[in-house]
């Protein structure tokens, strides 16, 4: 079964930094991974979609690396904004079912 | 691009009594949508997948006949909380996805049974 692990749970920076999500899964065989916002009491934004075959994704301040074969991805996010805060999630998809991780909450302070 | 409306954003019943959600697809047909329920700080758990004109499947532990689940067209499947109790309290959130669009989220709908 595929389990996805985000770390950190949490994540407290001031404006201006940048920062690094982790995101690792089980089952390498994926068809792709995605990651998403998430606003409190609010659905899901997609943010980047990385295809099983590709490495990287870039929109805006945003770029998501995939690493299938060791099961890792991460979302680095350039020159934080308080905007910027949110729960972010990622999920591995395989055939039609999306594995979503636990997130990370992130907060960016003025 | 591709929205997902989901409606009510929020509701809150009594005890005992049954809620639908509704998920639409706006602007494009979904040939799968997908029911998950999130619990505070928790992600989200898949409870079922829908296909239009077919019956729901429904994942382990997920009670079919507590959580009706009815796709009757491309654009709108729904979802039926009957006989609600106090733990059914979550955030619901609905999937439609197709080949050209991917996975679209609905906004989630918070329900609260007291």
């Known amino acids: 079964k595929q389990e996805v692990t985000q770390i950190p749970a949490a994540l407290s920076v001031p404006e201006g930094e940048n920062l690094v999500l982790n995101c690792s899964f089980t089952?390498?065989?994926?068809?792709?991974l995605q990651w998403f916002r998430q606003d409190p009491g609010k659905g899901l934004t997609s943010l980047l979609l990385i295809q099983s075959s590709q490495r990287e994704q870039t929109s805006g301040r945003l770029n998501a690396s995939l690493d299938k074969s060791s099961g890792r991805s991460t979302l680095y996010i350039a020159a934080s904004q308080p905007g910027d805060s949110a729960t972010y999630l990622c999920a591995v998809k395989r055939y039609s079912t999306l594995t979503f991780g636990k997130g990370t909450m992130l907060l960016v302070s003025p | 691009g591709a929205v997902v409306s989901q409606h009510p954003s929020w509701v809150i019943c009594k005890s005992g009594t049954s809620v639908k959600i509704e998920c639409r697809s706006l602007?494009?047909?979904?040939?799968?949508m997908f029911w998950y329920r999130q619990f505070p700080k928790q992600s989200l758990m898949l409870m079922a997948t829908?296909?239009?004109?077919?019956?729901?499947?429904?994942e382990q532990g997920v009670e079919k006949d507590k959580f009706l689940i009815n796709h009757a067209s491309l654009t709108l499947s729904t979802l039926t909380v009957t006989s609600a109790h106090p733990e059914d309290s979550s955030f619901y959130i609905c999937?439609?996805?197709?080949?050209?669009?991917?996975?679209?989220f609905g906004s989630g709908t918070r329900l609260t049974v007291v």
């Open positions: 999937s439609a996805t197709n080949r050209v669009f991917g996975y679209t």
């Open positions: 089952d390498s065989a994926i068809y792709n």
């Open positions: 602007d494009f047909q979904a040939t799968t």
């Open positions: 829908s296909n239009e004109g077919s019956k729901a499947t429904y």
